[in-house]
């Protein structure tokens, strides 16, 4: 069944998930919003803090959108854009 994604997530200082929706896979763009006021910083596959800088944004096929993680200025703003197609 494909879906559409469309999420808004403010960001927090604890790592969170992309999605509580354990084993979603999808096809996203992920944008850290231009009006934020600091780095997004995403959990590496090594542990390592990845850091995106404000308006900076990556598509990503097919990825378990449930393992991924980020931090940062709380109150600043992450979207996801795609579907399980």
């Known amino acids: 069944m494909n ?28 944008s850290a919003s ?8 995403f959990r590496g596959d090594d542990g390592s803090d990845v850091s995106w800088l ?5 598509s ?5 959108i449930s393992e991924l993680f980020l931090k940062g200025t709380p109150g600043d703003v992450v979207t996801i854009i795609g579907g399980t197609w």
């Open 3 to 30: 879906n559409v994604i469309m999420r808004k997530i403010i960001v927090t200082s604890e790592y969170q998930p992309l999605s509580s929706k354990k084993g979603e896979v999808a096809s996203v763009e992920i």
């Open 34 to 41: 231009p009006n934020n006021t600091g780095v997004v910083f």
């Open 60 to 64: 990503l096929n097919r990825v378990n």
């Open 54 to 58: 404000p308006g900076e944004y990556h």
